[in-house]
């Protein structure tokens, strides 16, 4: 036991705290004796009996000088200065008066007190995010001018070339930390690439405005910078699994925070939206540990994709943190659950099954007989691909592929039964009238088939459009 105590001191004496572990310590420190000031009744508050008085002796006399006075004054100001103009300019944008306080003090001096080479990646990520955000802002008011762009994208390469330089000086100290960092920077550099040019598969048409004006050297920025890390991927190894998952963890409690500090910010509905990419997430990375456990080889891969997927909700939340100006879809999309993968599966065969039946109608007024032979051929084939959707046989990512397919195929017979509709109400008879007949099925037919139809679309991965129809 006696020789235990010892190696436990000499142990002890040994572990020495990090400079950011004591960084941490030191500002835990502070604040707690800002926030726990000392006792009144333990204050000396007694001031000095041997204080000079003021002389007043006919031709002699003196005055003491104000000097504490005066000195605290000017600290005062010069607090005000140091500490809440940084304040304020971190909300400024390119254009503003302390936009450059922001950039060539804030940052810098936060570049010169970052000492690790992982946590310099990750800073000069943030501050490519930081540049971009704001360009959606200004975009979004009108205000992103021609040199405002072009010092944006400059902006752009430079901090994503000193997070590459970074990475290559990571790399001898730590292989695993700079695949790990590279993984991040790429999904940030893809991510914003696929928001800005209006690639993303749920990118929102009232966006596109601002995606498609004033964007071009941003992306081709991006896009330069993608390049170029393309050309050093192959030499990423894949990092370890134990790697991975400490950096899904870390970025997991930087998300927590994050939220907590743009909740102010942002309405309820968005709020909803951000916290169901939060369990998208948490589930995905409870899946990937279940596979782990079963040494299933795909839990590497899996955990990768988290962690690609956490930083993607990072780069948006940064986004509201600026800007406000983000499509969340088109960042970070939702996960389906199995239970909303059914309930979509459903409604979209209810859908097609409606469509059907409207083919059905529209193919009880049609009289063209060759244009009914092949309505009828391509019915035939839609109800075989319908029976295909029914039986479940096909995975979730399969399933759209060939709903849309059978989709356009709808679109197609809709549109010949149409035209043959339209040519056929548009026959007159020889006393200048159009048949009584035709006129008067088509028009009760169609405002059946109008009001009865299946929901015009089907929000999430698949869309479906509205059959054409003739009023």
Known sequence: MKRFSEQFNKKAKSV???????????????????????????RDNKKSKNEKEVLNTGALSSAKVPFYSFFRSSAVAVALVLVAVPVLAEKAVPGDTLYAVKVRFNEEVRSTLTFNTYEKVEWETERLNRRIAEARLLASEGRLTEEIEGDVANAVRQHTASAQREIELLRVQDSDAASIASISLDTTLDVQSESLSGSGENSKNDNQEIKSQKRNLIVDAIEESRKKDDSTASINPLPAYDKIMAKVEQNTTRIYELISGVRPLVSAEESTEVNRRVDDLERAFADTVALREKADPTAHGKLIEVLQRSQRLIVYITEIEVSKSADIDSIIPIVLTEEEKLAKRAVVLEELIGKVSLIDKKLAIVEDQEV??????????IEEKIAELSTGDLDFEGFVGAAIVTEEMIGGVLQLLDEAINKESSIIEPGGELSSTTREVTIDDLATTSTSSAPSSVTGTLEVKNPTTTE
């Not at 990090?18 to 009744?41: G, N, S, T, V």
């Not at 009914?372 to 084939?381: I, M, Q, V, Y």
């Open 372 to 381: 009914l032979t092949k309505a009828s051929t391509s019915r035939k084939d």
């Open 16 to 42: 020495k705290l990090r400079k950011a572990e004591k960084r941490d310590l030191e500002a835990r420190l502070f604040a707690y004796m800002e926030y726990h000031p000392l006792p009144a009744e333990l």
